[in-house]
């Protein structure tokens, strides 16, 4: 894991382009392992590109987001309220330094399945219930901008798929269902303060691909999240215990996240549909946390102090020796 940490670490102390270029290139898509064109897992994960900020800016060609202050994401810089406040200390520790929360969801792939052939008599219908969860189609395309079918085109198009809104164009969840993973983790202009809340996020996928009308098989499979932000409060932990697992989010009453929330068997789902809405009870849970920590990342100059840290103490004790 650490090669993970220090490469995300390594993105974001870039200043604002770094994060710009990941906000940028940044897009939901079903994760699809080995390449592979049929279902296999059931998380949708902010990716972006791998390469340079300069790169990923001069690719990205989609209508700019709003920018952030970086105090945002990298300590020791102004952020959306005003100069950086309660940072940590010694001085040293409080510039060009973030903070990184790690989960380990494991899912159940398998049993996402059977959820989609419990509530959907053909393929196609099995699919709209997956996209009605997550907020996308497997190719990235937003059920906002593609109420009915998936449109690998639009999933593809870094212009289109990520310049919609909820407020004037999906007030009701009518394409998008309200307590959707997607509409969840950014609702985007229908949230209070949503500048306050951005996190830098990047996943990757562990275990071994369940093939097709194949049982669960005991094999742990997952993702590996891993997200950074100046707040782990202010962020992180907002979004995983009022947009993720608040039951009221929206007014709903009795649901949770879809993908993420805390399952119990005795929350529904709301799919909003004319004349008559589609209420699923009784959710089971498709992730498991399986582990996850909290992480302080220092900058160049404070990993450089850390490093001597142990020469002065070394200097010290000789010293003592000598003098006794």
Known sequence: MLPSVIAARSSTTNSLRSAKAWRCSRRWTWRQRRRSTTRTTISATATGSRSRSSRALAKCRRPAPARLKPGEFILGYPDEDGPPANLP???????????????RLQEHVGRFRDFLREHGKTHEEQE???????????????????????????????QRNND??????????????????????NPRDTAANINRRRMIRRGATYGPHLPEETPEDGVERGIAAFVICASLIRQFEFAQNVWANDRTFHELGNERDPIIGAQDGTLEYKI????????????PAFTTVRGGAYFFLPGIKALRNLATLDDVRSNGNRSRSSSG
């Open 164 to 185: 919609f809104n909820y407020k004037e164009m999906d007030p009701h969840g009518y394409a998008v269902p309200l307590g959707s993973h997607m509409r969840r983790m």
């Open 272 to 283: 909003p549909k004319r004349p008559i809405r589609k209420k699923i009870t009784g959710l």
């Open 89 to 103: 200390q010694p001085e040293i520790l409080s510039r060009n330094g973030s903070y990184m929360a790690y989960r």
């Open 128 to 158: 709209l219930i997956a996209a009605k969860l997550m907020g996308r189609w497997r190719s990235g395309a937003p059920l906002t901008l593609a109420p009915e079918k998936d449109d690998p085109a639009l999933g593809a198009d870094l």
